[in-house]
């Protein structure tokens, strides 16, 4: 894949996460803890896309906050964002624990990381 491809594909990649996790969380079961994990997924294919976009070199990581840092390092307005951290639990807890737990804000984490992925391919078109 070349350089130029590599934004697209990450943000294909964060909408099918972003669907799965909105299928998972209005399941007649809810999983959310699955549903968690996909979102978490999602931004941070996004954040990776929006770094590519902008020739900047991004870590192997799961951890969304270095991935903003050096977004707001490269002078990026990321403020709206900085709330997306609280899916970080879930790049780790969904693959090494059972946690089964419901989180009371992921309606607002799923309407900011659409707006994320809204955001990233405007930056990326």
């Known amino acids: 894949m070349s350089p130029i491809d590599v934004p697209r594909e990450l943000l294909t990649l964060a909408e099918k996460d972003y669907k799965a996790a909105l299928i998972l969380a209005r399941a007649s079961d809810p999983q959310m803890d699955a549903a968690g994990f996909h979102l978490q997924q999602a931004v941070e294919k996004s954040l990776k896309a929006w770094l590519a976009r902008r020739g900047i070199d991004y870590p192997k990581t799961h951890d969304l906050n270095p991935l903003l840092g050096l977004l707001e390092d490269a002078g990026e307005n990321i403020e709206p964002f900085w709330y997306l951290l609280g899916l970080n639990p879930f790049a780790v807890q969904f693959r090494y624990e059972v946690a089964g737990e419901d989180f009371a804000d992921f309606d607002q984490l799923a309407r ?14």
């Not at 900011?112 to 078109?125: I, K, P, Y």
């Open 112 to 125: 900011l990381t659409r707006q994320l992925m809204t955001h990233v391919r405007q930056v990326v078109a």
